[in-house]
Every structure is written in structure tokens, then in C-alpha cells.
């Protein structure tokens, strides 16, 4: 698979953006998916993973706010995020790892084997 992320950018606290991850390929439906973020200075966090399955988990502090979703068809990895805060800065990437699995993955960015290049979101005032 090859992974293009989209849809980053600047926005005021508070505000919303909704990231695409655009993956090519024919197998990933059978792909777990995440998405990471990176702040300066600091590894990846996962944010929130999606199995096969439809399954997710979401990282304490984005739930609520954040939500992924997936379309097998269009092979495409949707974030939306709303209410957004100075500490969801950093750059956003997707990920995924093959193999489908029914749970909800709590995997680290190190389980992970595609990324993308990742795309900025600046949240500011």
C-alpha cells in the first residue's frame, strides 16, 4: 500500500478539520489503520486505530472529539476532528498494518508497516 494524507491546516481552537488518508492498493480491507501525531521533539502517539472489523479505539484524550471511519471501497481512512485544542497540534500520519483482526487495536506506531508523509494541523488562536 502507499498512503497520501490530506486536509490538514490552521485553525482556531475550537474549530474542526476533517484529515484524509488516501491508500492505493487492493488489500486494504484486510489493513488495520491508524492515526498518529507527532508534536516537535516527541515520538508518535497513536490517536485512534480502526481494525478490519470497523472496531476502534481512541486515545483518552481525543475521545469525543475525534472520529475515525473507514471506506473499504474508496480505500480511504477518514479523522474527523471537532472542538479542537493547542494541544492537538503536530503532524497527523496514517498508518497501516496488515491483517484482519476483529478487536479493537491498541498497537504502537512500531507495529505499524506504511505510512504516509503526513500532513500540519496548527491549532491556534
Known amino acids: 500500500l502507499e498512503l497520501v494524507e490530506s486536509g490538514g491546516g490552521l485553525v482556531q481552537p475550537g474549530g474542526s478539520l476533517r484529515l484524509t488518508c488516501a491508500a492505493s492498493?487492493?488489500?486494504?480491507?484486510?489493513?488495520?489503520v491508524g492515526w498518529f501525531r507527532q508534536a516537535p521533539g516527541l515520538g508518535r502517539e497513536a490517536v485512534a486505530q480502526?481494525?478490519?472489523?470497523?472496531?476502534?479505539w481512541y486515545l483518552d484524550s481525543v475521545k469525543e472529539r475525534f472520529t475515525i471511519s473507514r471506506d473499504d471501497a474508496k480505500t480511504v481512512v477518514y479523522l474527523q476532528m471537532n472542538n479542537l485544542e493547542p494541544g492537538d497540534t503536530g503532524v497527523y500520519l496514517c498508518?497501516?498494518?496488515?491483517?484482519?483482526?476483529?478487536?479493537?487495536?491498541?498497537?504502537?506506531?512500531?507495529?505499524?508497516?506504511?505510512w504516509g508523509q503526513g500532513t500540519q494541523v496548527t491549532v491556534s488562536s
Open positions: 498508518a497501516t498494518r496488515y491483517g484482519a483482526m476483529w478487536s479493537a487495536p491498541r498497537f504502537g506506531a512500531v507495529d505499524y508497516d506504511t
Open positions: 492498493g487492493d488489500t486494504f480491507h484486510s489493513h488495520s
Open positions: 480502526m481494525a478490519s472489523s470497523g472496531n476502534s
